[in-house]
T-cell receptor, first 114, second 112 residues
Framework: AQSVTQLGSHVSVSEGALVLLRCNYSSSVPPYLFWYVQYPNQGLQLLLK??????LVKGINGFEAEFKKSETSFHLTKPSAHMSDAAEYFC????????????FGKGTTLSVSS | DGGITQSPKYLFRKEGQNVTLSCEQNLNHDAMYWYRQDPGQGLRLIYY???????QKGDIAEGYSVSREKKESFPLTVTSAQKNPTAFYLC???????????FGPGTRLTVT
């Protein structure tokens, strides 16, 4: 069985500050991990993904995440927040097995103040 | 442009009526998914289909039905048996077993 926990339903930062959104997962098999972003009343857009290989993954809009197996974590970071980063962020996990779907965390809403 | 379309964007129905949400993709993806999103709940899987003419229940399938007669289309029917149908519904598709899912823009259903 797989699960995802996103720590903090709301995160607030100032423009230019570091963004850190936390995600911990549980998986009995090697996981594939994803971060998605959602703007109000829109679908989800993929920010980045980890499947195999390099554990530091770079995505769009300056975001990156590091897969840490020992900590079962996949935290999302961005060095300098921009007003346009304000949105809801979802971490998701799946397994490399047929018939499996993405399991999503409950989401973290990021607010950016000027 | 390739992508996933969902229609309509907003849908209003009276309680007791069935309603069908459309999802079409031209990405040539084999797998398609339906999720329900409620505030603070994240996304919950309703149904998914790995191949034409086959589909499986997700975590919250009660009160919903689907069909997969064509690779490009995966409509979702919200039946009168669904107790709390008001929600934001998202359709997604995936090409490979290990690939990411691509999402449509969503349909917001309001039942009164």
């Amino acid at each position: 069985a797989q699960s995802v926990t996103q720590l903090g339903s709301h995160v607030s930062v100032s423009e230019g500050a570091l963004v850190l959104l936390r995600c911990n997962y549980s998986s009995s098999v090697p996981p594939y991990l994803f971060w998605y972003v959602q703007y109000p009343n829109q679908g989800l857009q993929l920010l980045l993904k980890y499947t195999t290989g390099a554990t530091l993954v770079k995505g769009i809009n300056g975001f990156e995440a590091e897969f840490k197996k020992s900590e079962t974590s996949f935290h999302l970071t961005k060095p300098s927040a921009h007003m346009s980063d304000a949105a809801e962020y979802f971490c998701a996990v799946t397994a490399n097995q047929a018939g499996t779907a993405l399991i999503f965390g409950k989401g973290t809403t990021l607010s950016v103040s000027s | 442009d390739g992508g996933i379309t969902q229609s309509p964007k907003y849908l209003f129905r009276k309680e007791g009526q069935n309603v069908t949400l459309s999802c079409e993709q031209n990405l040539n993806h084999d797998a398609m998914y339906w999720y329900r999103q409620d505030p603070g709940q994240g996304l919950r899987l309703i149904y998914y289909s790995q191949i034409v003419n086959d589909f499986q229940k997700g975590d919250i399938a009660e009160g919903y039905s689907v069909s997969r007669e064509k690779k490009e289309s995966f409509p979702l029917t919200v039946t009168s048996a669904q107790k709390n149908p008001t929600a934001f519904y998202l359709c997604a598709s995936k090409l490979t077993m290990t690939g990411e899912q691509y999402f449509g823009p969503g349909t917001r259903l309001t039942v009164t």
